[in-house]
């Protein structure tokens, strides 16, 4: 197999701002839809009147069903012959109109329908937003492969990318308290529909962008023999001996589990233990400035130590603070406030740069199993990765929402729970954020095995640099 040159008249311009600002906008799109699951548990549980057992039930079994689809729709990308859009882009842009309708069906508001009309409507809504989002997200996180060969490059587009994420999310995390929240801290539900379908209009957008501004630069020929014909079970055992693969992906579900998971109990904390639920998307947003931070270090610090490095030993800090949250005596006051977002930020900062530079990680488990098999397989290895994210945040909702009852929670109290449970889901918190930061270290530090040096023997011994890559012609878009 062998880069090629796409026989048309144009060549191939130089990696640089447009992509990367381009790619950002890929994932400010998909944010724009998939940031509002922070708000599912609560729509389905306070507004609609689903128990927690029933929510925890469903939304485990969606995930799971949400992960096993992804590597069927990778498998596809590398077994069909790419369209005129290129390998990926096609299936972005027919997604990106069904994403529009497809968010807002998550939050329709029948909150006096039947129980078993609102749990069909429940599973009939996410079933149709996931295979809408699988067809956007699985492509597009792909394409970070194809756009350029350089590791420092890609640790660029993948911190591009967490920042169209960020940018997205500032948007739910600041706005979205002001708007469904009512002054006794209780959900407004009803509002939910609009606002999905004015975020999915805008992600809409957002794809546009990331389709016209990005140019696939790595590419490869393969004759009829070599082209992968597509087995789900042969996908899965490939990824599993892709000791890389495994390594970043169950950092990653660690990762997902403190973020995604522990979105809604850190809705319900500010709701019930400091009693201010408008005020957590502020405060939610202060805890991930670390993020915005280290942008401008990613390039130096990835360049210096590696993506592995630069990853691995800020969690150490991080579990400290982590710690700490589960065992201070935080007081549901000023002060507690205070020293529960100071030890939020730097949990934050200690994940940040794993979480800016994961997608480049990815990018390098695909150049991985490329050497060890001599297979390009960009959408299985990204689609099976995908499969454990989407397993994550399948089980850390299902665990969380578990981990809620042991709290005493009771979801119809609303706002109004005991001072005994607020403290309780406080601690449960810290502990799920200690637990989770072990996990990443251990698997970053001890499994995954591309470090610096590695990456750079690896692209040495496939032959790629954009160099050479930039001189090939293709069809631009």
């Not at 994550?392 to 299902?398: D, K, V």
Request: proline share 4%; with cysteine.
């Amino acid at each position: 197999m062998e880069a090629i040159p796409n026989n048309a008249a144009k060549p191939l311009r130089p990696f640089g701002a447009k992509d990367k600002w381009s790619y950002a906008m890929g994932d400010f799109g998909c944010n724009m839809s998939f940031a509002l699951n922070s708000y599912l548990m609560l729509f389905y549980t306070q507004y609609i009147g689903l128990s927690l057992t029933t929510w925890g039930v469903i939304i485990l079994l969606l995930k799971i069903w949400d992960g096993i689809n992804d590597p069927i729709m990778g498998g596809l990308m590398d077994a069909l012959k790419p369209g005129k859009r290129g390998k990926f882009k096609s299936y972005i842009f027919f997604g990106s109109f069904l994403l529009i309708v497809s968010g807002a069906m998550c939050f329709l508001p029948i909150p006096n329908a039947p129980y078993a009309v609102k749990v069909l409507v429940c599973v009939l809504g996410y079933l149709v937003w996931d295979m809408s989002y699988t067809i956007v997200n699985v492509p597009y996180g792909a394409m970070n492969a194809a756009i350029t060969a350089d590791p420092t490059e890609r640790a660029q587009l993948s911190t591009y990318r967490s920042l169209g994420a960020f940018i997205a999310n500032l948007v739910i995390m600041v706005a979205l308290p002001l708007f469904c929240y009512d002054k006794s801290n209780n959900l407004i539900g009803n509002r939910l529909f609009i606002i999905a379908l004015i975020m999915g209009v805008a992600g809409f957008f957002a794809f546009q962008i990331l389709l016209r501004g990005t140019v696939e630069r790595v590419q490869t020929h393969q004759t009829e023999e070599e082209k992968p014909k597509y087995n789900y079970w042969v996908a899965m055992s490939n990824f599993f001996k892709n000791r890389a693969a495994v390594g970043t992906t169950i950092a990653a579900m660690a990762s997902l589990i403190m973020m995604s998971g522990l979105g809604s109990a850190t809705q319900i904390l500010f709701q019930s233990f400091f009693q201010n639920a408008q005020l957590s998307g502020v405060i939610t947003f202060i805890s991930y400035l670390p993020m915005l931070i280290v942008i401008p270090l990613i390039k130096p610090i990835v360049k210096r130590f590696g993506k592995k490095e630069a990853a691995a030993y800020p969690l150490l800090v991080g579990m400290v603070a982590a710690l700490m949250m589960a065992v201070l005596p935080i007081t549901p006051d000023t002060k507690g406030l205070v020293i529960w977002v100071v030890l939020s930020v730097i949990v934050s900062f200690s994940f940040s740069i794993f979480a800016m530079v994961g997608w480049a990680m990815v990018a390098d488990c695909i150049d991985y199993q490329e050497l060890k098999t001599g297979r390009r397989e960009e959408g299985t290895v990204y689609a099976t990765y995908s499969l454990g994210r989407k397993l994550a945040q399948g089980f850390g909702a299902s665990i969380i929402a578990f981990l809620l009852m042991l709290t005493g929670y009771i979801s119809e109290n609303g706002a109004h729970q005991t001072v005994e449970v607020a403290n309780n889901i406080r601690q449960m918190i810290g502990w799920v954020y200690l637990g989770g930061l072990v996990l990443m270290f251990v698997f970053l530090q001890w499994v995954y095995n591309l470090d610096k040096k590695a990456v750079e023997e690896m692209e040495t011994a496939l032959g790629r640099n954009n160099a050479s890559l930039v001189g090939q012609t293709a069809e631009e878009e």
